[in-house]
């Protein structure tokens, strides 16, 4: 059904019975994922479907060890049925977060809903030139989400600092952009955005986090861990490359940020650190959310206009 999303509930005897997820199984030797899907879609639901481009590949380690290896489906053939006795479901996307699912589809859902590119901004040196450079990165790149981080500048002046933050989250959200303040929930508050915590204030048990959308950077599992028990929207984890403000330090690489992705496979996490445009596609294959970046969404000097 055109701009809804398939369904099905798992049926009794199964692991997480009654709960519901995206129809497919388990690759057979020889198989490749894209075939194992369309194996799968024919014998469950009787389709004949054409695979296609990678969605999102999410390890886990429990309560069973497995990735979930996620395409799309371009077209199929004959009305889906559920041959194993399956309840299906045809869900606009905006409602697929009220359907109980496994831990592995939740990361699923956060793809299809949520923005694959997050902007995070560097420190103002002239605030007309960084809220201009702002509007150009979302305008240029169609970020959808923006994390207004200047903790430099934020402590050096605090007032002029607010000041600009009230202009930036103004515009944002005239242009329908998910903004988010980095560690102040005093400014949260005041103008109804996300707060993202540091890895400091996540692991604190003094704050009183109440009322506010949160959002976490971590930098081990036991912080993936918290940002999840707390209800977080999403986590940052990282650095996964050499960053230009940490010269000379190696990024933990792709393989352990999917290692740690996959002890918390329920919260959406993106790749941070040195990365951009160009890594949103193995960021995903991976396990993440897509990247946060702010030198890979930045203008670069000469070109700050919107």
């Known amino acids: 059904m055109r701009g809804r999303i398939l369904l099905a509930r798992r049926t009794q005897g199964r692991d997480l019975a009654g709960r519901w997820e995206f129809p497919g199984g388990k690759v057979e030797a020889g198989e490749t994922p894209q075939q194992a899907l369309q194996r799968e879609l024919q014998e469950e639901l009787g389709i004949d479907a054409t695979v296609g481009s990678p969605i999102i590949a999410v390890p886990q380690h429990a309560p069973k060890a497995l990735t979930l290896d996620v395409h799309e489906v371009r077209s199929y053939r004959n009305a ?79 007032e002029a600092w607010r000041a600009l933050v009230g202009r930036a989250s103004a515009w944002l959200r005239e242009q329908g952009v998910d903004a988010w303040i980095n560690g102040d929930a005093g400014l949260a508050r005041e103008l ?6 540091r890895s400091s204030q996540l692991m604190s048990t003094d704050e009183d986090w109440n009322g506010l959308r949160l959002a976490a950077s971590c930098h081990s599992v036991a912080e993936l861990d918290a940002a999840a028990t707390l209800g977080c929207a999403f986590a940052f984890l990282g650095p996964v490359k050499e960053t230009r403000s940490h010269p000379g330090v190696a990024g933990i690489g792709w393989e352990v940020f999917r290692e740690m992705r996959a002890h918390v496979p329920a919260i959406p996490v993106y790749a941070l650190g040195g990365l951009g445009m160009d890594d949103v596609a193995i960021a995903r294959g991976n396990g993440a959310q897509g990247v946060a970046a702010i030198s890979g969404f930045w203008p670069t000097a000469g070109h700050d206009q919107a």
């Open 80 to 158: 889906p049925r559920g041959l194993d006795g399956q309840a299906l479901a045809w869900v606009p996307p905006d409602k697929l977060t009220q359907y109980p699912m496994p831990p592995a589809d939740g990361p699923v859902v956060a793809a299809l809903l949520q923005p694959e590119r997050m902007l995070v901004t560097p420190e103002p040196d002239d605030a007309d030139r960084w809220l201009r450079s702002l509007q150009a990165a979302v305008v240029r790149h169609d970020l959808r989400r923006v994390q207004l981080r200047a903790p430099i500048f934020a402590a050096a002046h605090p």
């Open 192 to 197: 109804d955005i996300g707060l993202h915590l």
